[in-house]
Protein backbone atom coordinates (compact mmCIF):
# COMPACT_ATOMS: atom_id res chain seq x y z
CA UNK A 1 0.00 0.00 0.00
CA UNK A 2 2.93 2.21 1.05
CA UNK A 3 4.87 2.21 -2.26
CA UNK A 4 1.76 2.16 -4.61
CA UNK A 5 0.89 5.31 -2.99
CA UNK A 6 1.51 8.12 -5.43
CA UNK A 7 1.31 11.11 -2.63
CA UNK A 8 4.24 8.84 -0.73
CA UNK A 9 7.73 10.64 -1.71
CA UNK A 10 10.06 8.66 0.55
CA UNK A 11 10.09 5.75 2.69
CA UNK A 12 11.90 4.52 5.86
CA UNK A 13 13.30 0.65 5.51
CA UNK A 14 13.94 0.03 9.60
CA UNK A 15 12.48 -3.25 9.67
CA UNK A 16 15.01 -6.28 10.10
CA UNK A 17 18.30 -6.58 8.43
CA UNK A 18 17.02 -9.39 5.91
CA UNK A 19 14.73 -7.47 4.34
CA UNK A 20 16.78 -4.10 3.68
CA UNK A 21 17.87 -5.08 0.23
CA UNK A 22 14.89 -6.44 -1.19
CA UNK A 23 12.75 -3.45 0.60
CA UNK A 24 15.41 -0.80 -1.23
CA UNK A 25 14.35 -2.65 -4.64
CA UNK A 26 10.62 -2.56 -4.51
CA UNK A 27 11.01 1.30 -3.29
CA UNK A 28 13.37 2.06 -6.15
CA UNK A 29 11.28 0.07 -8.92
CA UNK A 30 8.36 2.04 -6.97
CA UNK A 31 10.07 5.51 -7.67
CA UNK A 32 10.21 6.16 -3.86
CA UNK A 33 13.39 7.84 -2.14
CA UNK A 34 14.40 5.66 0.66
CA UNK A 35 16.46 6.11 4.10
CA UNK A 36 17.09 3.05 4.87
CA UNK A 37 18.44 1.44 8.51
CA UNK A 38 21.94 -0.13 8.41
CA UNK A 39 23.75 -2.07 6.71
CA UNK A 40 21.76 -2.77 3.64
CA UNK A 41 22.58 -6.44 3.41
CA UNK A 42 25.37 -9.01 4.91
CA UNK A 43 27.00 -9.54 1.40
CA UNK A 44 28.19 -7.10 -1.29
CA UNK A 45 26.52 -8.47 -3.99
CA UNK A 46 22.85 -8.18 -2.61
CA UNK A 47 24.27 -4.48 -1.84
CA UNK A 48 25.32 -4.07 -5.24
CA UNK A 49 22.01 -6.03 -6.76
CA UNK A 50 20.50 -2.62 -4.39
CA UNK A 51 22.11 -0.01 -5.14
CA UNK A 52 21.90 -0.86 -9.13
CA UNK A 53 17.98 -0.65 -8.60
CA UNK A 54 18.63 2.69 -7.00
CA UNK A 55 20.72 4.49 -9.62
CA UNK A 56 18.78 2.85 -12.47
CA UNK A 57 15.22 4.51 -10.73
CA UNK A 58 17.22 7.98 -10.28
CA UNK A 59 15.78 7.87 -6.40
CA UNK A 60 17.89 8.84 -3.63
CA UNK A 61 19.12 6.52 -1.09
CA UNK A 62 20.60 7.56 2.19
CA UNK A 63 22.05 4.91 4.89
CA UNK A 64 21.40 5.09 8.56
CA UNK A 65 25.19 5.22 10.04
CA UNK A 66 23.67 8.10 12.82
CA UNK A 67 26.85 8.54 14.44
CA UNK A 68 28.21 10.82 11.77
CA UNK A 69 25.19 13.23 12.87
CA UNK A 70 27.05 13.36 16.46
CA UNK A 71 27.93 16.99 17.33
CA UNK A 72 31.08 15.71 18.90
CA UNK A 73 31.87 13.36 16.05
CA UNK A 74 31.62 15.97 13.93
CA UNK A 75 33.67 18.39 15.87
CA UNK A 76 36.36 15.99 15.65
CA UNK A 77 36.03 15.86 11.86
CA UNK A 78 35.99 19.25 11.42
CA UNK A 79 39.26 19.04 12.99
CA UNK A 80 40.98 16.82 10.62
CA UNK A 81 39.67 18.86 8.13
CA UNK A 82 40.83 21.98 9.34
CA UNK A 83 44.05 21.02 10.21
CA UNK A 84 43.73 22.11 13.69
CA UNK A 85 45.50 18.84 14.58
CA UNK A 86 47.99 18.72 11.90
CA UNK A 87 48.86 15.26 10.17
CA UNK A 88 46.18 12.54 11.48
CA UNK A 89 48.84 9.82 12.92
CA UNK A 90 46.73 7.50 15.47
CA UNK A 91 43.38 7.06 15.93
CA UNK A 92 41.14 5.12 18.51
CA UNK A 93 37.52 4.45 18.94
CA UNK A 94 35.96 2.63 22.33
CA UNK A 95 32.88 1.48 21.03
CA UNK A 96 31.41 -0.99 24.34
CA UNK A 97 27.69 -1.80 25.12
CA UNK A 98 26.15 -1.71 28.36
CA UNK A 99 25.07 -5.61 27.81
CA UNK A 100 24.59 -7.67 25.29
CA UNK A 101 21.89 -8.43 22.78
CA UNK A 102 19.59 -12.03 23.16
CA UNK A 103 21.43 -15.00 21.68
CA UNK A 104 18.80 -15.42 18.85
CA UNK A 105 19.78 -11.94 17.56
CA UNK A 106 23.05 -12.73 18.15
CA UNK A 107 22.29 -15.49 15.12
CA UNK A 108 20.63 -13.48 12.79
CA UNK A 109 22.65 -10.19 12.82
CA UNK A 110 25.68 -11.21 11.03
CA UNK A 111 28.01 -11.44 14.07
CA UNK A 112 29.32 -8.49 15.68
CA UNK A 113 31.18 -7.26 12.78
CA UNK A 114 28.87 -6.77 10.58
CA UNK A 115 26.31 -5.82 13.41
CA UNK A 116 28.27 -3.85 16.46
CA UNK A 117 31.14 -3.02 14.79
CA UNK A 118 29.88 -1.80 11.57
CA UNK A 119 29.47 1.86 13.16
CA UNK A 120 33.04 1.91 14.09
CA UNK A 121 34.11 0.98 10.86
CA UNK A 122 31.59 3.77 9.03
CA UNK A 123 32.89 6.37 11.75
CA UNK A 124 36.66 5.36 11.65
CA UNK A 125 36.63 6.87 7.57
CA UNK A 126 34.23 9.96 8.00
CA UNK A 127 36.66 10.98 11.02
CA UNK A 128 39.73 10.15 9.27
CA UNK A 129 38.43 11.26 5.50
CA UNK A 130 40.77 8.27 4.11
CA UNK A 131 39.67 4.64 3.05
CA UNK A 132 40.93 1.62 5.00
CA UNK A 133 42.73 -0.87 3.20
CA UNK A 134 43.67 -3.37 5.56
CA UNK A 135 42.20 -5.02 8.90
CA UNK A 136 44.00 -6.73 11.57
CA UNK A 137 41.68 -8.62 14.45
CA UNK A 138 42.21 -10.04 18.07
CA UNK A 139 39.16 -11.08 19.00
CA UNK A 140 37.23 -13.49 21.79
CA UNK A 141 34.23 -14.60 23.86
CA UNK A 142 34.83 -13.04 27.29
CA UNK A 143 31.30 -11.81 27.85
CA UNK A 144 28.29 -15.00 26.93
CA UNK A 145 29.68 -18.40 26.34
CA UNK A 146 26.03 -18.43 24.39
CA UNK A 147 27.64 -16.00 21.67
CA UNK A 148 30.46 -17.94 21.00
CA UNK A 149 28.56 -21.29 20.79
CA UNK A 150 26.45 -19.09 18.20
CA UNK A 151 29.63 -19.02 16.55
CA UNK A 152 30.20 -15.17 17.15
CA UNK A 153 32.33 -13.17 19.22
CA UNK A 154 31.54 -10.77 22.08
CA UNK A 155 35.45 -8.98 22.78
CA UNK A 156 37.65 -7.41 19.93
CA UNK A 157 40.46 -5.25 19.39
CA UNK A 158 40.58 -4.26 15.42
CA UNK A 159 43.46 -2.41 13.96
CA UNK A 160 42.70 -1.02 10.54
CA UNK A 161 45.58 0.36 8.24
CA UNK A 162 44.51 3.52 6.06
CA UNK A 163 45.36 4.74 2.56
CA UNK A 164 47.15 7.56 3.83
CA UNK A 165 49.35 6.15 6.48
CA UNK A 166 46.97 6.35 9.28
CA UNK A 167 46.41 3.68 12.02
CA UNK A 168 43.77 3.37 13.94
CA UNK A 169 42.34 1.07 16.42
CA UNK A 170 38.93 -0.03 17.09
CA UNK A 171 37.66 -1.56 21.03
CA UNK A 172 34.78 -3.28 21.21
CA UNK A 173 32.93 -5.09 23.80
CA UNK A 174 29.31 -6.31 24.02
CA UNK A 175 29.32 -5.19 28.15
CA UNK A 176 30.50 -2.51 29.98
CA UNK A 177 28.59 -2.11 33.18
CA UNK A 178 29.29 1.09 34.04
CA UNK A 179 27.25 2.23 30.78
CA UNK A 180 27.28 2.91 26.86
CA UNK A 181 31.08 3.50 26.35
CA UNK A 182 31.21 5.87 23.32
CA UNK A 183 34.68 7.81 22.89
CA UNK A 184 36.86 8.86 20.21
CA UNK A 185 40.65 9.97 20.03
CA UNK A 186 43.01 11.15 17.28
CA UNK A 187 46.81 12.26 17.64
CA UNK A 188 48.06 14.40 15.07
CA UNK A 189 51.12 16.28 14.37
CA UNK A 190 50.51 19.22 15.61
CA UNK A 191 48.10 18.19 18.22
CA UNK A 192 44.97 15.58 19.54
CA UNK A 193 41.48 15.35 19.60
CA UNK A 194 39.07 13.37 22.28
CA UNK A 195 35.40 12.71 23.08
CA UNK A 196 34.06 11.78 26.21
CA UNK A 197 30.79 9.90 27.13
CA UNK A 198 27.65 11.81 27.36
CA UNK A 199 26.32 11.90 30.88
CA UNK A 200 22.77 12.70 32.18
CA UNK A 201 23.81 15.34 33.86
CA UNK A 202 27.08 17.67 34.35
CA UNK A 203 27.42 17.20 38.60
CA UNK A 204 30.56 16.23 40.37
CA UNK A 205 30.01 15.13 43.64
CA UNK A 206 32.86 15.35 46.07
CA UNK A 207 33.50 14.72 49.42
CA UNK A 208 36.59 12.83 51.77
CA UNK A 209 35.77 9.46 50.27
CA UNK A 210 36.14 10.29 46.74
CA UNK A 211 35.44 12.37 43.72
CA UNK A 212 32.39 11.04 41.63
CA UNK A 213 29.50 11.63 39.15
CA UNK A 214 26.88 9.92 37.76
CA UNK A 215 26.95 6.87 35.45
CA UNK A 216 27.20 7.72 31.33
CA UNK A 217 23.84 7.20 29.53
CA UNK A 218 22.66 3.97 29.21
CA UNK A 219 21.30 3.31 26.06
CA UNK A 220 21.88 4.30 22.25
CA UNK A 221 18.35 5.68 21.73
CA UNK A 222 19.55 8.33 24.88
CA UNK A 223 23.20 8.61 23.95
CA UNK A 224 22.52 9.55 19.80
CA UNK A 225 19.33 11.06 20.10
CA UNK A 226 19.47 14.09 18.81
CA UNK A 227 22.09 12.49 16.04
CA UNK A 228 18.88 10.17 14.92
CA UNK A 229 16.54 13.44 14.49
CA UNK A 230 19.42 15.14 12.66
CA UNK A 231 19.88 12.62 10.01
CA UNK A 232 16.28 12.35 9.34
CA UNK A 233 16.51 16.00 8.93
CA UNK A 234 19.30 16.02 6.63
CA UNK A 235 17.30 13.02 4.45
CA UNK A 236 14.19 14.79 4.23
CA UNK A 237 16.21 18.18 2.83
CA UNK A 238 17.76 16.40 0.56
CA UNK A 239 14.61 15.00 -1.22
CA UNK A 240 13.05 18.44 -0.51
CA UNK A 241 15.57 20.54 -2.03
CA UNK A 242 17.55 18.07 -4.43
CA UNK A 243 20.35 17.85 -2.32
CA UNK A 244 22.80 15.11 -2.05
CA UNK A 245 22.53 12.64 0.76
CA UNK A 246 24.85 13.12 3.16
CA UNK A 247 25.84 8.98 3.92
CA UNK A 248 25.65 7.07 -0.11
CA UNK A 249 25.10 3.59 -1.10
CA UNK A 250 28.85 3.78 -1.71
CA UNK A 251 29.15 5.18 2.00
CA UNK A 252 27.31 1.96 3.33
CA UNK A 253 28.81 -0.65 1.08
CA UNK A 254 32.56 -0.16 2.44
CA UNK A 255 31.50 -1.02 5.96
CA UNK A 256 29.95 -3.95 5.10
CA UNK A 257 33.11 -5.17 3.12
CA UNK A 258 35.10 -3.91 5.99
CA UNK A 259 33.55 -6.03 8.29
CA UNK A 260 33.56 -9.29 6.08
CA UNK A 261 37.58 -8.37 5.82
CA UNK A 262 36.85 -9.10 10.06
CA UNK A 263 35.78 -12.48 9.60
CA UNK A 264 38.72 -14.17 8.31
CA UNK A 265 41.28 -11.63 9.83
CA UNK A 266 39.93 -13.40 13.04
CA UNK A 267 39.49 -17.30 11.87
CA UNK A 268 43.03 -16.84 10.08
CA UNK A 269 45.28 -14.79 12.79
CA UNK A 270 46.28 -12.54 10.18
CA UNK A 271 45.68 -8.93 8.14
CA UNK A 272 43.48 -8.80 5.49
CA UNK A 273 43.15 -6.45 2.70
CA UNK A 274 39.98 -5.27 1.78
CA UNK A 275 41.11 -5.78 -2.02
CA UNK A 276 40.95 -9.58 -0.97
CA UNK A 277 37.13 -8.78 -0.43
CA UNK A 278 36.10 -6.02 -2.85
Known amino acids: ?45 EI ?9 AGVKL ?12 RRVRDAVQRGEIGQPALLHIVSRDPAPPPVAYVKIS ?18 IGAEVEEVYVQAGVTVDPAIGEAGDVDTAVIMLRFTNGVIGTI ?15 ILGSKGAISTMNNYPNAAILSDGASVRRDLPLNFFMDRYTE ?7 AFVDAVLHG ?17 LAAGPSHREGRPVKLCEIQ
Open 171 to 185: DNCRRASYGYDQRVE
Open 62 to 73: QVGFNRRFDASF
Open 110 to 127: GGMFLDMTIHDFDMARFL
Open 1 to 45: DVLNDPAIDAVLICSGTDTHARFTEDAAHAGKHIFCEKPIAQSLA
Open 227 to 233: SFANELV
Open 243 to 259: KPVPVTGSDARVPVAMG
Open 48 to 56: DQALAAVDK
